[in-house]
């Protein structure tokens, strides 16, 4: 099962670690996974106005077809 992990950097470091941590674990486990960090705060991925937001929309949509 694909995964896409979204993190803002503006967000708390201690999650922004976690993310990037998950990530790279899941990775090497061989799991697909698709890790997206862009400027942001842990509510940036939700604002359709934020560029974080568009990409992963974008990210969802790619994957879809």
Not at 33 to 58: C, F, K, N, Q
């Amino acid at each position: 099962m694909p995964q896409l992990i979204v993190q803002g950097t503006g967000d708390e470091l201690d999650l922004v670690d976690f993310a990037r941590r998950y990530a790279r674990a899941a990775q090497e486990a061989g799991d697909d996974v698709t890790y997206l960090e862009m400027s942001g705060d842990h509510l940036a991925v939700i604002d359709p106005a934020a560029p974080i937001w568009r990409t992963t929309a974008l990210a969802i949509t790619k994957t879809l077809h």
